[in-house]
C-alpha cells in the first residue's frame, strides 16, 4: 500500500492556472512568467489545492514539491508554501536541478516523514463495481466534473464490457495467447508475479521462430508484408518521391556503405538484434580498429570561450547553421550566465530535435541557408552543464538517485535474470 503521494508544483505552471498568458507550445514564454507575480500564483494554487484534496480523499499524506526555478521568487514560493500547508500537506522546495542531490534533501526529508506517519488508505473502488461507475467515481471525485458522458460507441463498449467483464481474457486466450494481469501498480513485484510467471513459461515452451522477410527481400516487397501480415492492409500505395527512393535503394542496395566510406568512414552491418553479440562482431572489430588509428583530436572551444560563441560554434561547425537567433528571454540568460564565473566553468549540453541537423524536425537532409533558434537557456550545476534549448521540444526529468537499473543483474550460477520484479 502506498505511504504518502507527492504532487509536483511549479511557480510557472501555478501562474498558469491563475491567469497567466497560457503556454503555446513552439512560442517564446511570455516575460510574465519571469516576474514576480504573487496574485497568479495564489489563485492558481487552488488547482494545487484540489490535487492535494484528491491525496487525503484516499487516506494518505500529501507532500507538495515546488521544483524551483531560478526565477521564483520567495514571495511566490512563500505563497505555495502558505496555502498547501493549510490544505494539509507537506511542503518542500526541490533545487535538483542546480545543486544536484543536494538540492532535494528538503524533498527526501518531507517524503520520509510523510511515510513514516500512520495513513487510512483506501481505493477510490472495489474491482468489483460497474465499469461506468467507476468512470463516474473518477470523472466526480478526483477531476470535480458534475457527471459523464459517452458517445454512442463508448456506450456501446462499456455495456459489452459490463456484461462480459473478462471479455479481454476469454478473446485473446481464444486466439492462442496466454493472458496475465498485472498489479504491479498496485502492489509493486508482488503484483507483477501472474505475468512473471506467464512469460517464463511462454519461453520454456518450443517455439517456431521465422522472419517476416529475409534480408534478401526487396524493399518494397518487405513493406508490403509487414503491411498485408502485421497492419491488415490491402497493400500499399507511394508518394511519387517515396516510390522514387525505393527504386533508388533497390538499384544500389550498399548505397549507405559505398557513401559513407567516400566520406571517410568505416562502415559495419550490425545484426543484433537477430544474433546478439555474434551479430555486432564486424561492428565491434570496426570499433577497435579505428581505437587503435592514430587521431588528433581537439575541442571544438575551450572553457574561456563566452557562451554564445560556444553555441554559434556548436551550430555552424556541427548544425550546419548560418548563425544563431536568441529569444529576448534567452539573451537576458546569456548576458548574466557570461558574467557568472562559475558558470563559464560548465560544458554545453546542446537540446534540440534528433529529426533534423536543424531544430525544425520537419526539414530532412541537409538543409541550407537557416539560423537555429535559441528559445531559452538553462543550468544543471549538479551535472555540471548549461543547456541551450532551440526548437519546440520536450525535457525529460532525469532518473532518481538510486535507479532501478542498479538493482538488475545475471546471476552467474543459474544465467536468470534478477533484480527485475
Same mark, same amino acid.
Given at each position: 500500500?502506498?505511504?504518502?503521494?507527492?504532487?509536483?508544483?511549479?511557480?510557472?505552471?501555478?501562474?498558469?492556472?491563475?491567469?497567466?498568458?497560457?503556454?503555446?507550445?513552439?512560442?517564446?514564454?511570455?516575460?510574465?512568467?519571469?516576474?514576480?507575480?504573487?496574485?497568479?500564483?495564489?489563485?492558481?494554487?487552488?488547482?494545487?489545492?484540489?490535487?492535494?484534496?484528491?491525496?487525503?480523499?484516499?487516506?494518505?499524506?500529501?507532500?507538495?514539491?515546488?521544483?524551483?526555478?531560478?526565477?521564483?521568487?520567495?514571495?511566490?514560493?512563500?505563497?505555495?508554501?502558505?496555502?498547501?500547508?493549510?490544505?494539509?500537506?507537506?511542503?518542500?522546495?526541490?533545487?535538483?536541478?542546480?545543486?544536484?542531490?543536494?538540492?532535494?534533501?528538503?524533498?527526501?526529508?518531507?517524503?520520509?516523514?510523510?511515510?513514516?506517519?500512520?495513513?487510512?488508505?483506501?481505493?477510490?473502488?472495489?474491482?468489483?463495481?460497474?465499469?461506468?461507475?467507476?468512470?463516474?467515481?473518477?470523472?466526480?471525485?478526483?477531476?470535480?466534473?458534475?457527471?459523464?458522458?459517452?458517445?454512442?460507441?463508448?456506450?456501446?463498449?462499456?455495456?459489452?464490457?459490463?456484461?462480459?467483464?473478462?471479455?479481454?481474457?476469454?478473446?485473446?486466450?481464444?486466439?492462442?495467447? +496466454?493472458?496475465?494481469?498485472?498489479?504491479?501498480?498496485?502492489?509493486?513485484?508482488?503484483?507483477?508475479?501472474?505475468?512473471?510467471?506467464?512469460?517464463?513459461?511462454?519461453?520454456?515452451?518450443?517455439?517456431?521462430?521465422?522472419?517476416?522477410?529475409?534480408?534478401?527481400?526487396?524493399?518494397?516487397?518487405?513493406?508490403?508484408?509487414?503491411?498485408?501480415?502485421?497492419?491488415?492492409?490491402?497493400?500499399?500505395?507511394?508518394?511519387?518521391?517515396?516510390?522514387?527512393?525505393?527504386?533508388?535503394?533497390?538499384?544500389?542496395?550498399?548505397?549507405?556503405?559505398?557513401?559513407?566510406?567516400?566520406? @571517410?568512414?568505416?562502415?559495419?552491418?550490425?545484426?543484433?538484434?537477430?544474433?546478439?553479440?555474434?551479430?555486432?562482431?564486424?561492428?565491434?572489430?570496426?570499433?577497435?580498429?579505428?581505437?587503435?588509428?592514430?587521431?588528433?583530436?581537439?575541442?571544438?572551444?575551450?572553457?574561456?570561450?563566452?557562451? +554564445?560563441?560556444?553555441?554559434?560554434?556548436?551550430?555552424?561547425?556541427?548544425?550546419?547553421?548560418?548563425?544563431?537567433?536568441?529569444?529576448?528571454?534567452?539573451?537576458?540568460?546569456?548576458?548574466?550566465?557570461?558574467?557568472?564565473?562559475?558558470?563559464?566553468?560548465?560544458?554545453?549540453?546542446?537540446?534540440?530535435?534528433?529529426?533534423?541537423?536543424?531544430?525544425?524536425?520537419?526539414?530532412?537532409?541537409?538543409?541550407?541557408?537557416?539560423?537555429?533558434?535559441?528559445?531559452?537557456?538553462?543550468?544543471?550545476? @549538479?551535472?555540471?552543464?548549461?543547456?541551450?534549448?532551440?526548437?519546440?521540444?520536450?525535457?525529460?526529468?532525469?532518473?532518481?538517485?538510486?535507479?532501478?537499473?542498479?538493482?538488475?543483474?545475471?546471476?552467474?550460477?543459474?544465467?536468470?535474470?534478477?533484480?527485475?520484479?
Amino acid at each position: 500500500m502506498p505511504n504518502c503521494a507527492v504532487v509536483v508544483a511549479t511557480i510557472r505552471a501555478l501562474k498558469a492556472h491563475g491567469g497567466a498568458p497560457l503556454p503555446l507550445p513552439g512560442q517564446p514564454l511570455d516575460p510574465a512568467y519571469s516576474k514576480e507575480h504573487v496574485e497568479w500564483v495564489e489563485k492558481g494554487c487552488a488547482n494545487l489545492v484540489h490535487h492535494i484534496k484528491t491525496v487525503k480523499k484516499a487516506g494518505i499524506n500529501p507532500v507538495v514539491c515546488i521544483n524551483a526555478f531560478y526565477t521564483d521568487t520567495e514571495n511566490e514560493i512563500k505563497a505555495v508554501r502558505r496555502l498547501a500547508e493549510a490544505a494539509g500537506a507537506r511542503v518542500a522546495v526541490s533545487k535538483h536541478w542546480q545543486y544536484g542531490g543536494d538540492g532535494a534533501l528538503e524533498f527526501a526529508d518531507a517524503v520520509i516523514e510523510a511515510c513514516d506517519e500512520p495513513n487510512n488508505f483506501k481505493f477510490l473502488y472495489e474491482l468489483e463495481t460497474p465499469l461506468r461507475e467507476r468512470i463516474n467515481l473518477i470523472a466526480t471525485e478526483v477531476y470535480g466534473a458534475d457527471g459523464v458522458e459517452y458517445t454512442p460507441e463508448a456506450t456501446e463498449k462499456a455495456v459489452r464490457m459490463e456484461k462480459d467483464p473478462k471479455a479481454v481474457r476469454r478473446l485473446a486466450e481464444a486466439a492462442g495467447a +496466454r493472458v496475465a494481469v498485472s498489479k504491479h501498480w498496485q502492489y509493486g513485484g508482488d503484483g507483477a508475479l501472474e505475468f512473471a510467471d506467464a512469460v517464463i513459461e511462454a519461453c520454456d515452451e518450443p517455439n517456431n521462430f521465422k522472419f517476416l522477410y529475409e534480408l534478401e527481400t526487396p524493399l518494397r516487397e518487405r513493406i508490403n508484408l509487414i503491411a498485408t501480415e502485421v497492419y491488415g492492409a490491402d497493400g500499399v500505395e507511394y508518394t511519387p518521391e517515396a516510390t522514387e527512393k525505393a527504386v533508388r535503394m533497390e538499384k544500389d542496395p550498399k548505397a549507405v556503405r559505398r557513401l559513407a566510406e567516400a566520406a @571517410g568512414a568505416r562502415v559495419a552491418v550490425s545484426k543484433h538484434w537477430q544474433y546478439g553479440g555474434d551479430g555486432a562482431l564486424e561492428f565491434a572489430d570496426a570499433v577497435i580498429e579505428a581505437c587503435d588509428e592514430p587521431n588528433n583530436f581537439k575541442f571544438l572551444y575551450e572553457l574561456e570561450t563566452p557562451l +554564445r560563441e560556444r553555441i554559434n560554434l556548436i551550430a555552424t561547425e556541427v548544425y550546419g547553421a548560418d548563425g544563431v537567433e536568441y529569444t529576448p528571454e534567452a539573451t537576458e540568460k546569456a548576458v548574466r550566465m557570461e558574467k557568472d564565473p562559475e558558470i563559464q566553468k560548465l560544458g554545453i549540453c546542446m537540446v534540440k530535435t534528433h529529426l533534423s541537423l536543424t531544430d525544425n524536425p520537419m526539414l530532412k537532409g541537409v538543409p541550407t541557408g537557416w539560423r537555429l533558434r535559441v528559445r531559452d537557456i538553462l543550468t544543471y550545476q @549538479g551535472a555540471g552543464f548549461v543547456v541551450p534549448v532551440a526548437g519546440a521540444i520536450s525535457l525529460m526529468p532525469g532518473t532518481a538517485a538510486n535507479p532501478a537499473f542498479r538493482r538488475i543483474d545475471v546471476d552467474t550460477d543459474t544465467g536468470k535474470v534478477k533484480g527485475l520484479f
